[in-house]
């Protein structure tokens, strides 16, 4: 079974740049997720899609990050402006239904960013 | 509030001993799951073993072997006769509903474990 796939895997832009990450979940998985980690840290989430809808979008900086899912399988997250502490890996991640809170979460290898 | 601690930032062990990581966590909920995940230098969290709050058996799988107490909150990590291949971040992850229908994993700060041959 193939996991979660991610796009690109590394990525170096100047701050106020813009960029986006990609990321297409397991097969048949109805939550994807979006997780930012930093160095040094675990990672946290940013925003969680149930099927094409936002269930928690609590943790996204609005004013620069955004994100969609508009056929409810892959997923866009973009940073616009982005800023020095934007650098980190971010993480995508599915699970087959979240009505559980035991549901297992599988995670891509991420996007890693380099913001100069 | 949720809380999950890994106090071990780094351990270091030569290839062969056993090697245990903590785990301890906060919650106020009854029902909650707790996970630990390897990352390796590549960087994809691997989903190792998921243990909800009311399951207390212990678990080996392997190498692997895991040690929920719920007394004092702790999900404690052991792997036997460490390998180089063992070398990662190891993450304690605590899960949450938010919302209904919606769940969340806290993480820890990480173990950074290194197997030295």
């Known amino acids: 079974e193939a996991g979660v796939a991610q796009s690109p895997r590394y990525k170096i832009i100047e701050k106020r740049q813009s960029v986006a990450f990609w990321c297409n979940p397991i097969s048949g998985h109805a939550t994807l997720y979006w997780y930012q980690q930093i160095l040094g840290q675990g990672p946290k989430l940013l925003i969680q899609f149930q099927n094409n809808g936002v269930v928690d979008d609590s943790q996204l900086p609005k004013d620069r990050f955004s994100a969609e899912r508009l056929k409810g399988v892959d997923s866009t997250l973009k940073i616009q402006p982005a800023k020095l502490e934007d650098s980190a890996v971010y993480l995508c991640?599915?699970?087959?239904?979240?009505?559980?809170?035991?549901?297992?979460?599988?995670f891509g290898e991420g996007s890693w960013l380099t913001v100069v | 509030a949720q809380k999950v601690t890994q106090a071990q930032t780094e351990i270091s062990v030569v290839e062969k001993e056993d090697v245990t990581l903590d785990c301890v966590y906060e919650t106020r909920d009854t029902t909650y799951y707790l996970f630990w995940y390897k990352q390796p230098p590549s960087g994809e969290l691997v989903f190792l073993i998921r243990?909800?709050?009311?399951?207390?058996q212990n678990e080996i799988s392997g190498r692997y072997s895991w040690n929920f107490q719920k007394s004092t909150s702790s999900f404690n990590f052991t792997i036997t006769a460490s390998q180089v291949v063992d070398s990662a971040v190891y993450f304690c992850a605590l899960s949450e509903v938010i919302l209904a229908g919606a769940n969340n994993l806290f993480f820890g700060t990480g173990t950074r474990l290194t197997v030295i041959p």
């Open positions: 991640a599915s699970s087959l239904r979240d009505s559980n809170s035991g549901n297992t979460i599988y």
């Open positions: 243990r909800n709050s009311f399951d207390e």
